[in-house]
């Protein structure tokens, strides 16, 4: 076993190398020159029965030469390819120019980008957005609010209840609607007061077209001096035509909620007939969209400000039904299947 033997083998193998123009030939090449059963192999595993000193040399150039082939094909295979793309290209098998696949990307549910347009309306005009816990007490969901234990008006809002008592405190439920934060921005500050609370609600309901037993609320709530039912309006208002368009017109009636006197419901005239009368506000030519009145005075004075001196409006809305009437979806229902072929449209 002498240096010249692997000198010899080198020369061979470039050779040969030069010579391949396919994937399959260089494999082959490679089987025959760095694979098992190829001399240099053979030579490799031969070294521990060489006497020291041949040893040493041939081991050295051996490997040197494994390393100088292994390169040699990455380098071949590297050329092939770059080749082969070229000849592609030239014969018009690739074409560069085709778009490429596109990722599909997610997207914000028709809800939350709703929710988000009705808070970012109201911020511009100077709200804040809150949020407040979906599992309450019973204090914040109704008896704060007027509603007491056995009060009819507990009929509207029906619930599952949480079995769980802590320090002799009313039990715990999910709250029906985003108003229990009135009572809890309240408490923890002092006028002035403007905020939003967006976010989910509960009802018992046997679910239809237009009931879900899960919905999603805007609340609002600004306390200060002087504040008027002509300030309700005037902020409704432009929330309507910001949100529904510079040509709607809108219309208080009286309603009930324990919680505000006077209460109101707020409609605005039909966007689809202009109030003519049509399927979507079923002849009406008005469109309810959400509840709201002034604040209860003794509301006000359960959380320890001055009735005499502080007044305010709150309102509430469900964001479901803005969002059907925006794009016009007949079924409410269908925002919490999780169709893609439903979702994807928005
Ligand atoms: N919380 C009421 C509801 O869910 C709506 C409302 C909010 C009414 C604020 C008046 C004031 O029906």
């Known amino acids: 076993m002498s240096t010249g033997e692997l000198q010899t083998l080198e020369a061979q193998a470039n050779d040969s190398l030069a010579a391949i123009a396919d994937e399959t030939s260089l494999e082959d090449w490679r089987?025959?020159?760095?694979?098992?059963?190829?001399?240099?192999?053979?030579?490799?595993?031969?070294l521990s029965a060489l006497p020291l000193e041949e040893r040493k040399q041939v081991g050295a150039a051996a490997n040197r030469l494994r390393e100088?082939?292994?390169?040699?094909?990455a380098e071949r295979r590297d050329m092939l390819r770059k080749r082969d793309v070229q000849t592609f290209i030239q014969q018009g098998r690739i074409d560069v120019t085709l778009p490429g696949r596109p990722i599909p990307m997610g997207r914000l549910h028709p809800v939350t980008q709703t929710q988000r347009d009705i808070v970012a309306c109201f911020e511009?005009?100077?709200?804040?957005?809150?949020?407040?816990?979906?599992v309450e007490w019973d204090y914040y969901n109704f008896e704060a609010l007027r509603i007491p234990e056995h009060h009819p008006a507990r009929d509207m809002w029906d619930t599952m209840w949480i079995d769980y008592h802590r320090d002799g405190r009313m039990p715990m439920l999910l709250r029906t609607h985003t108003s229990p934060n009135q009572v809890r921005v309240m408490e923890r500050q002092q006028p002035p007061i403007r905020v939003v609370v967006p976010g989910?609600?509960?009802?018992?309901?046997?679910?239809?077209?237009?009931?879900?037993?899960?919905?999603?609320?805007?609340?609002?709530?600004?306390?200060?001096?002087g504040i008027s039912m002509a300030d309700l309006k005037g902020t409704l208002y432009e929330f309507a035509q910001?949100?529904?368009?510079?040509?709607?017109?809108?219309?208080?009636?009286?309603?009930?909620?324990?919680?505000?006197?006077?209460?109101?419901?707020?409609?605005?005239?039909?966007?689809?007939?202009?109030?003519?009368?049509?399927?979507?506000?079923?002849?009406?030519?008005?469109?309810?969209?959400?509840?709201?009145?002034?604040v209860h005075p003794e509301i006000l004075a359960n959380v320890g400000y001055d009735p005499?001196?502080?007044?305010g409006f709150a309102f509430g809305m469900g964001v479901e039904r803005v969002a059907m009437l925006r794009h016009d979806i007949e079924d409410i229902r269908l925002f919490y299947q999780n169709d893609l072929r439903f979702l994807e449209q928005f």
Not at 31 to 46: A, D, F, P, Q
Not at 275 to 283: I, M, N, P
């Open 242 to 294: 910001q949100l529904f368009g510079q040509e709607r017109r809108v219309r208080f009636r009286c309603d009930y909620f324990p919680f505000v006197e006077p209460g109101a419901d707020m409609s605005i005239d039909c966007f689809v007939c202009n109030g003519e009368g049509c399927s979507t506000c079923k002849g009406a030519g008005w469109i309810e969209i959400m509840g709201a009145g002034m």
């Open 68 to 73: 100088a082939l292994e390169t040699a094909l």
């Open 124 to 134: 511009k005009m100077g709200f804040q957005a809150v949020e407040g816990p979906e």
């Open 31 to 46: 089987v025959n020159y760095l694979g098992r059963r190829s001399r240099l192999t053979e030579i490799l595993r031969g």
């Open 308 to 311: 005499e001196r502080y007044t």
């Open 200 to 225: 989910k609600c509960y009802r018992y309901e046997a679910t239809d077209a237009t009931h879900e037993w899960m919905l999603t609320q805007v609340e609002g709530l600004a306390v200060d001096e």
